[in-house]
């Protein structure tokens, strides 16, 4: 895999958490946004957008099965303004 597109994804998963915009990731990254998302999306096989989406969901998902927040709380914490757009994006990505 190419050193910077994993440096990037390294700080994503650290961050998760934060707010990200694809012009810091690929100033992060050494890259030009453009070149950034088409180098991102060879190796990792989806958008750098979509994939902290699907990380951020995912973190969720273990989250709920512990039960240790509500499902308001896991929302708030994955970036989702209402509990309904995050179970739309939930139901989309695990059915």
């Not at 946004?33 to 991102?40: A, K, L």
């Not at 994939?51 to 995912?58: F, I, P, T």
């Amino acid at each position: 895999m190419n050193p910077q597109i994993k440096k990037v994804t390294y700080y994503i998963e650290d961050h998760l958490d934060d707010e990200f915009d694809v012009e810091t990731l690929a100033r992060y990254a050494g890259y030009s946004p453009y070149h950034f998302c088409r180098i991102f999306k060879l190796y990792i096989g989806e958008s750098v957008m979509s994939y902290v989406a699907r990380l951020k969901l995912e973190r969720s998902a273990k989250e709920m099965m512990l039960k240790k927040k509500s499902m308001i709380e896991v929302a708030m914490d994955a970036g989702y303004f209402t509990p309904t757009g995050f179970l739309k994006a939930f139901k989309r990505r695990f059915g």
